[in-house]
């Protein structure tokens, strides 16, 4: 069974930076760097939204617009990692953060949550101004 665990949120100024990472294991095959990985976000009130996702073997990467220029999702296959490396943070960004993991390769465009398969358990992430 595969196991996403997140780390990295926590508490920061407008501004300010953070990175969070997920940690993946369970993978029966070894075969981490075949999936496509997301992050997603929710804060209160709101729907679960994807912040970012990267191919396979980090082929292509895709972002929502509210991130563009100032989030980074990168993955180290080799270590079964997913980091997500966010700059200029600004309180529209409080939220908690979620990794995600799908059954395919390819990420489309625009994914929705009921398009990953496995979810860690996130990791809060407060800007204040």
Known sequence: QVQLVESGGDSVQAGGSLRLSCAASGYTYNNYRDYCMGWFRQAPGKE??????ISQEG???????????????????????LYLQMNSLSPEDTAMYYCAAATYGYCLDFLRPRDFAYWGQGTQVTVSS
């Open 59 to 81: 082929g292509r990467t895709h972002y929502t617009e509210a991130v563009k220029g100032r989030f980074t999702i990168s993955r180290d296959d080799a270590k079964k990692m």
């Open 48 to 53: 679960r939204e994807a912040v970012a996702t």
